[in-house]
């Protein structure tokens, strides 16, 4: 079964940059399609971003549009989001996974807490 490890987060104040990364026990090109979800407190598990196997396709959440930036890079098996302009209500835990609907996931990694607070 694919472990999943997130890294990156930590406590920045609003309009910071932090830039997560995820890795995984398996191939990431084996696992296809990916995303980045988060889950802010006391809400359901949200997608943010999704990438192609390839790179070269993504899409954004309406609330991630214009700050955040999803890639991969295959050789290095990793996953990233590059978070800008934050704002409080990023604070969530980010999850990584392959893209599909959240609530269909049963396998999911720790998380990395993003806490944007001034």
């Known amino acids: 079964q694919v472990q999943w490890v997130e890294s990156g987060g930590g406590l920045v104040q609003p309009g910071g940059s932090l830039k997560l990364s995820c890795t995984t026990s398996?191939?990431?090109?084996?696992?296809?399609?990916m995303a980045w979800y988060r889950q802010p407190p006391g809400q359901e598990r949200e997608m943010v971003a999704s990438?192609?196997?390839?790179?070269?396709?993504?899409t954004y959440a309406d609330h991630a549009k214009g700050r955040f930036a999803i890639s991969r890079d295959n050789a290095k098996n990793t996953m990233y989001l590059q978070m800008n302009n934050l704002k409080a209500e990023d604070t969530a835990i980010y999850y990584c996974?392959?893209?599909?609907?959240?609530?269909?996931?049963?396998?999911w990694g720790q998380g990395t807490q993003v806490t944007v607070s001034s």
């Open positions: 996974n392959e893209l599909n609907n959240p609530r269909k996931i049963e396998k």
């Open positions: 398996g191939s990431i090109m084996r696992i296809g399609n």
């Open positions: 990438v192609s196997v390839a790179g070269s396709a993504t």
